[in-house]
């Protein structure tokens, strides 16, 4: 797959582990409001996340409008960390020096932008890889403060903090599933806050790594992908729910294909369509970048076992992970004022 980055010399591939789902802790926090004082000063404050992800660095820089965020900027590279986190175990040090230049410059474009407050967090890529910690240490040497290594709890909650927030559900309780590169995280609460948490050791990423190696994947390839990520989820018991809301990539993805309502026929029939199609006209038809196109059949694969799971359709999220941070930094200014 052409990403645009240098050849890296990789490891013969290592025989995958079976995924793990994490219970995670039992302790959870009602979720970060927008507050509303922040909304309605005569300046309204500006702040700015860089999500370092096993598939991407992305920047947000928003701002409150009402009891809502306004995006006012975003930014994404492709960084691919995830890539040697299956392949070699541990991150090489051109990747990780990619993505601390690439985190500095998006600080510096977020306080251009006029942001206050800038949180750096880094996600499944620091937790999985051997050394995970040397990204981090780089990541603040090139930001110049401390990052944010979100614990697989952490970042069940950002998500579905901003997935609520800026989603309007009608019913309670709802699930959030979040998709990532190398992970998927999935909670199920109210507005009072999740009190369900669990992560699974298995993303698009990972899982197009592992599986699906022809372009287009070919049968074989799509169904043991189906029986890793069934799988991945079999152990987990979630509180029965009406409603349930999905965010991450693959999911914006599929919305931009049309799919609005993430339930068996839709999901079913999104993933026909994908794996039918080459890299580049998977690209052209979800509009999205060469990186993304190649790992879209994966994480179709699943949020399909993500929802037979859950036992109800899902519909995609206006906001997630970044959206969470941006409230949290936000609630913080306001308690802080």
Known sequence: ????????????????????ARALGAKVRAPARIPTEAASNGRRARVAVVDVGANTLRLLVAEPRGVSLDLVHEERHRTLLGEDVERLGRLTTEKIERSAQAAR???RRARKLGATQVEVVVTSPWRNAANGSALVKALERAVDFRVRPLSPEEEAELAYSGALALTPVAVEPVGVCDVGGGSTQLAVGSSAGPAWLRSVELGSLRLTERCL??????????????????????ALTPPVLPVGLATGGTARALRRMGVEQLDPEGLEEALEELSRLRTLER??????????????????????????LLQTPMRVADGGLREGVCIGLLSSMAASA
Request: aromatic share 2%; hydrophobic share 45%.
């Open 105 to 107: 410059r998006e600080v």
């Open 283 to 308: 690209a052209k038809r979800a509009r999205v970048d060469l990186a993304r196109a190649h790992t879209l059949p994966a994480g179709t694969i699943i949020l399909a076992a993500v929802q037979a």
């Open 213 to 234: 190696r022809s372009d287009p994947p070919v049968r074989r390839e799509l169904d043991e992908a189906r029986h890793q990520a069934a799988a991945a989820v079999e």
């Open 1 to 20: 797959m052409a990403t645009g980055a240098s050849p890296v010399e990789f490891a013969e591939p290592r025989a995958p582990a079976r995924p793990r």
